[in-house]
């Protein structure tokens, strides 16, 4: 088993959503020596670092710089992988391959010439417009990402594949990952997120409408997983020293209704939710239903329960969104869910 309180952890995109929320785990656990590298730019994630504790802080450019120049960085035995553009509608190619696929295959090729464990960030979006079988044992060459962001992750788990590196490390597939500290996210924030915003600032929210007779308004399906769940199976995959690719998402599909009551319920407001027209582009790459197949992650022995989806929105709007706080090493796994208000 690979222990994670042994060595220095680096973490890449660290003040990101799953960067920072990795932290916050490690620290829940009296893990301390990180090395975060990132980016920083005009957003406010930097404030995602202040309750968290670790070793120091690098240019995400550096920490490729200096790695290839053989700088050591201590005793590095994992390398947490989170950092890209993540931004689905992106169109500067040359940006997306340089910063997602050249910049992973560099630095997966030195943490492994370094014996160290490498977990990094691919992507669910990578299945394209798939509906079915979300499986991480498919054949990568049947995939067909709807966008470049999703190309360039799929490039390197095909590089990986290729090379017999996914032999020597482990690719994670997150699904609909939502909770604290992807404020800064702009338009690629979660739904709970922006209906939160919505709902605080006109009562209501906005879902789209259905264009396809066999889903009603609203009930359109995603895995949405909260990203405490998502730490805990990633931690989970990093110390089984589990090789390959993996689903990281709920196994359950639930509607976009289910999604957003909890919303009101948390803010003991009634529930008022508005239909709109879908934008013409967008209705024919538009998924109706996903589904993580996490059977994979089952087999690696991850028997853990999934936090139900309405209490996960509870907790993140009760003890986040409402006190515009991060995530801090105190805070609890998950908690208790409240009762429905009277």
């Known amino acids: 088993m690979h222990e994670l309180d042994r060595g220095r952890i680096i973490i890449t995109g660290g ?6 929320a990795a932290i916050w785990a490690l620290n829940r656990r009296g893990i301390d020596d990180i090395l975060i590298a ?16 670790f070793a120091d802080y690098i240019d995400a450019d550096d920490l490729e710089r200096r790695a290839g120049s053989g700088t050591s960085f201590g005793d590095v035995r994992t390398v947490f992988h989170f950092g ?12 997306l391959l340089r910063n997602n696929y050249e910049y992973t ?21 990578t299945y394209g417009a798939l509906e079915n079988d979300l ?8 995939l067909r990402p709807l966008n470049m962001y999703a190309y360039s992750k799929h490039l390197f788990d095909l590089y990986a594949q290729r090379t017999g590196l996914d032999q020597h ?5 997150y699904f609909n990952v939502f909770g604290p500290n992807e404020d800064h996210k702009g338009e690629m924030r979660s739904v709970v997120l922006k209906a939160y915003e919505q709902i605080r600032q006109f009562g209501s929210v906005r879902l789209f409408k259905s264009y ?21 199976m990633t931690l ?43 934008p013409e582009h967008l209705r024919e790459k538009y998924q109706y239903y996903t589904c993580a197949r996490i059977a994979r992650l089952r087999s690696t022995g991850y028997d853990r329960p999934i936090t139900p989806l309405a209490d996960a929105v509870i907790d993140y709007v009760t003890n986040y969104l409402v006190s515009a706080r991060p995530l801090e090493p105190a805070d609890a796994a998950i908690a208790p869910p409240l009762k429905a208000p009277s």
């Open 15 to 20: 003040a990101g959503l799953i960067g920072s």
């Open 38 to 53: 990132d980016r920083s730019d005009s957003s406010e994630k930097w404030r995602h670092l202040v309750p968290l504790r």
């Open 84 to 95: 890209a553009c993540s931004s689905t509608t992106e169109n500067d190619a040359d940006y």
């Open 105 to 125: 295959k560099n630095l997966a090729r030195w943490a492994v010439e370094q014996g160290a464990r490498l977990v990094y960030a691919s992507s669910a979006a």
């Open 135 to 142: 499986s991480d044992e498919i054949d990568l060459q049947k």
């Open 169 to 173: 490390i482990c690719g994670l597939k």
């Open 212 to 232: 396809r007779p066999e889903y009603r308004d609203g009930e359109q399906q995603r895995d949405f997983i909260y990203v405490k769940d998502a730490i805990d």
């Open 236 to 278: 989970h995959l990093a110390e089984s020293e589990a090789t390959g690719l993996f689903n990281i998402g709920s196994g359950t599909a639930h509607t976009w209704l289910e999604l957003v009551r909890p919303i009101f319920r948390a803010l003991e407001l009634r529930e008022r939710v508005e239909f709109i027209e879908m």
